[in-house]
């Protein structure tokens, strides 16, 4: 005895302008998927590209070239009278919180790298 879906189940051939549209949509979508597949492997390579190409940081300062048997010297000038309160080392930076003589504060920033001071900063209470 056959079910009510017996006809459904069997395949019936399709009409032949029917069977032309579904060979066109099949191309259609494989080569949409290709192109997706390209367009995907082509940003993925961009990302790899510039995750290689990224700019090296500068050098630290433990790495900074210092002479054999010689440790590195050089003289940070601070106004006449200034008291060194603290100083900090970051990198190839020194900071120095200096008391001056009028009583008022400043932090000097220098490069130790660069042998230069590059920054002064006055802190002012409001």
């Known amino acids: 005895m056959a079910g009510p879906y017996a006809d ?27 192109l997706l597949f390209i367009a995907v492997m082509v940003v993925v390579a961009a990302l790899v590209y510039k995750s290689r190409s990224a700019v090296a940081p500068k050098q630290p300062a433990s790495e900074l070239p210092v002479p054999s048997g010689a440790p590195l010297a050089g003289d940070i000038v601070l106004p006449v009278g200034a008291r060194v309160v603290s100083q900090s080392l970051s990198g190839n930076r020194v900071s120095i919180d200096a008391e001056l003589a009028d009583g008022s504060r400043t932090i000097f920033v220098y490069d130790i790298a660069e042998n230069r001071m590059i920054g002064q900063f006055a802190i002012r209470n409001r």
């Open 8 to 34: 459904e189940e069997e395949e019936k051939p399709l009409d032949p302008n029917i069977e032309k549209v579904r060979r066109k949509l099949i191309r259609f979508m494989g080569i949409n998927l290709g």
